[in-house]
């Protein structure tokens, strides 16, 4: 290609970083020409790319955009510096460690003009892509409940937020987006179990403005690792397994099931299940890749910062609800989203 | 034996009632006399025993106790007519179909100094009697989160309650008496998506008194059929599936997974994972040993009245919970023991 | 119905011969007449026929058929007996001891030209049965491999044949059966590792005459219970479990998998999975139905006894093979037939 | 360290190649210096080390020793020019296309002195060497049979050798590896699919020298990939998954299931079923290790070249018995050794 290649900078080595150099340095279009991190680069992990201790080392670079993949709480000092240095970004998710915080993100990229994401990487992953799709064709019917299971033993790495900020985001976000519905309203219950300053279990029941229910459960405190996603409804059930990215249908009862001995255990009736066969693409390279595709000013479908501040809103609603064990509407988002737009003008 | 065997009848025999009409007519010490049901008796399900249409004609051959498996709805009147009558009782699950009906069902067995008790037959599946034994000797640890699931496609029964009282009463049962604790609050949300009058799907999330999390989802929407209760805690997770009567422990880890493939699928870490090899009884079986043994004034490990009502009462709660879309706390049961043994005396 | 309902016998009440007993008992258009077992029945299996201790007595009762469910070594002798008799006769798997005393059975039922059959009641699982249909409408493309897998636990009940006549005459019977197409040859290898007189496990690879590869794993001595048989060919593979009567068609890639870290585990490419919805009635019922419809002259779909000779002779090779670590040919069963064919003119 | 690093090469960069790269490349105490590929690196796996066209090329840059992983009909030319050049050379499994170049091999760096070894990988899975240690320790009690299954759609990837060759010499060595014991007999089924040169799938039954039972099923034309190993004996059942480095242990039955509707599914009896923690280290990483440690001179636990020869031996005998559809001896290795060992005096 003739066409010039998007410059490409880093911030943050850690276990998330290094993903992100790695695809970055083989995507196409991009050049990966610097990464940011305090404490250097020991593994070679920056893979060629000029390795800085500071942002503005990493700007001084010139960059078309960045990926912000350092702890959650320097979400905002660093995607308010990328804003101001007029430097689109990718930002890792949560979008920020406060709603306040990813708030102000939003405007700022938003005064900019500049793209900006959130990495949701979840929304990405194949099983998923294909259910969002498949709910809407219909195949499903009526969507009567969405449940989800995130657990597993915790992951060595600093936890600079709690498991709903940290792991439940996740959840929130891929929820409102599959069934493209807000949150109407959550009730949680969380513990802290492990000696952490933050929450490291959580149990939420909730519904979405359309009515449908909603289920998760959060936690870093399981030997089991799963992240499960099943959604109910008028036809069967849909479960997708984002770790084998596998998708698979269990349609309604089609036969009722005669032979006694079996009808105990397998229920009354059985409809087919199908595991789809999808194609299985990594992730994050098509997170990458619909990021670059959207800095370039292609038709692009990425998280938008708007997305990644309710996700963090609805988290914190969350949050509240556990700790005042109470159910908890969710503010509107038309009514915010009125009220922002107003704000901006 | 030269003993004399006990004389027992049966109210219903519609699917659940033919179970306990084939225990019955094998159990020793006991002898089936009689079976009560308006529609008799198609398919020869009362093995030999007498064959009444009404609950005086079932009386008058002389009982020492019966087995009430008629619908909820039914349960209080043909309870008090025993009562009434000096016949000790077993009541199908959910004891009654209201709160109220089941307080007039403890009063009068307790009235009358009867032994009367509730079919909460999970209680009696070899996976959740070892899970018990296990928790009470301490293998899990401090108890974080009791999970249960219980869903399949609808069984083409009547259902002349909805699912929170027909099958989530299982989960509240065994909840409380698994981690040997009340409830102290439940949020849940429900829907009715089938047509059927009753709520058909419920989400619940909640705590015991003693701060262990709790969640249940329960439907008759799923097309896969599960009996799932897992309790996380200080050591592990414990999963029982009470369809086959498994036992599983996943230990926490033991060894951190450095093949970094492998940890992306399993997780940081890996503990043992053991299937328990325990007896495995029939539960319908079991409870009926220990009904039979109460009646004849052995030691017992029966579900008493007390039991069955306070489930009910939880379950009403839920329902109204589900309702208003709120968290609700339960009454203090010592309170409420307490209000009744003053009542009592 | 008028119609005279046919007289039937159960020669047997072991743990087999109670499951007839059930069956035979509720059977539309049959009357169990008499049960035959010299131990008598000591748990009411027989539900109301009259039991008798021999063979003559139960003759004596008139009968239209019998199902003979007493030890192998006995078919021969009670088989005789029935053809001499003029009663048709359903034959427990195997049909005898021996290829010889299966010959002999042949030929009586033949001269008497009465209804025969023999009891491979794994034809008539479901999942079985939805296979060979699948199969013969061409699902499969070309056959390639028929791979079978029956083990666990050893049954105490009385063994007077080892492994291969009890248990892989199951295998031998349905793989020729799925695959219309008889063995061409057999390589075996067993062990008697428990003190029995007879092989307790078994290992068998071999061919069928259209060269289609079959491998049978076949024992009383592995702790998992499992009963698998897999069809791989042109367009991919199905699985039949008939412990659960589950049949499921994994379907050739349809996709390149790109993602690496998955296809290390799953394979280059993956296509659909299907299990199917199909109807289950208990594979007892069916063949008993069968049975009668043939003994009422209605079209029918029986296991013949030739058939069940066959399978005999397959299993005395297999044996064979076994004994002396070598790889064996069948004798053709069309030069055998034509045999036959002659014999009888 | 002030010791200085073992100079290591590499020969070849397909895909087997390019995992090589990446471990050799960070591998304590080697320094990775030239990798040979006629085709060149094109995307950068040679991770900073110069890459040549030719072996004359890669052994001028002064080579301790070399891993060959290039295709295996040209296992034979690399490793005898290595033996030539005074190189150790860990060489990929198979050790050679056919037995007699594998004896040339072993012949080449005997007589040269040099540490040499096959890169049979399934070994240092850790489900393997967990599973070998506890046959050791003798938690099996007495072995009676190994079963392997080793399945998956085709790679897309050159195939000079059949699949008994390709895959099947994984089953061959891993098998004589952990029951200590060599392959006495075998009886083979292979069928050639796909329109290749080669036999794309294999069924053998077999026994090893001290009478234990063999089965074997590999191919490439399966949708469903298996990379399984059990053994069976007089204790229980021992399962080995080297996809997921999972091993389990499945108890001999401690209570019978007394349970009628479980024990049908479940069979007469269960012990206790555990999958065990065991330490994950990738199993090419370990490979690596040993051989480093060999080639340094320390104690270790490499694959020698007269075991990878024994073991395309007996694929020789595999391929041999089903192209003859007979069953064949393997000729005593103790025998052979002993010739060996005469030849080298």
Request: negative net charge; aromatic residues 4%; contains cysteine.
């Amino acid at each position: 290609m003739s066409k010039q290649n998007l410059r490409a900078g880093l911030v943050g080595l850690g276990a998330m970083g290094r993903n992100h150099a790695r695809v970055l340095a083989s995507l196409d279009g991009v050049e990966l020409v610097g990464v940011m991190d305090p404490a250097g680069d020991a593994t070679g992990a920056a893979r060629g790319a000029q390795v800085v201790a500071t942002l503005p080392e990493l700007l001084a670079l010139g960059l078309d955009y960045a990926v912000v993949a350092c702890p959650t709480v320097l979400h905002e000092e660093a995607g308010l510096a990328l804003a101001e240095a007029g430097v689109c970004a990718l930002i890792e998710k949560p979008l920020a460690h406060t709603a306040a915080a990813a708030r102000r993100l939003v405007d700022a990229f938003d005064r900019a003009g500049l793209v900006a994401g959130v990495g949701h990487i979840e929304r990405f992953n194949p099983a998923l892509q294909s259910l969002r799709s498949r709910l809407e064709a219909g195949e499903l019917g009526e969507m009567y409940q969405v449940v989800t299971r995130r657990q597993g033993p915790f992951p060595q790495r600093i936890a600079d937020v709690g498991v709903i900020k940290d792991l439940a985001t996740h959840d929130i976000d891929l929820t409102s987006w599959m069934a493209g519905c807000p949150y109407a309203s959550v009730s949680a219950r969380a513990v802290s179990k492990s000696g952490r300053r933050h929450e490291d279990m959580v149990a939420v029941v909730g519904e979405l403005a359309d009515g449908t229910m909603v289920s998760h459960l959060v936690n870093w405190l399981s030997p089991l690792k799963e992240r499960f996603t099943a959604v109910t409804g008028e036809r069967g059930c849909f479960v997708a397994d984002t770790l084998t990215a596998d998708l698979t249908f269990h349609a309604n009862g089609a036969f009722a099931t005669e032979w006694e001995a079996l009808s105990a255990f397998r229920g009354a009736a059985e409809g087919d299940m199908v595991r789809f066969a999808i194609p299985k693409r990594e992730p994050l390279l098509v997170e990458h890749e619909r990021f670059r595709d959207a800095v370039e000013g292609k038709a692009n479908d990425i998280v938008t910062l708007v997305q990644g501040l309710r996700t963090v809103e609805v988290a914190e609603v969350v949050l509240d609800s556990a700790r005042r064990k109470t159910s908890l509407p969710l503010q509107s988002p038309h009514a915010r989203n009125l009220a922002a737009l107003t704000q901006r003008s």
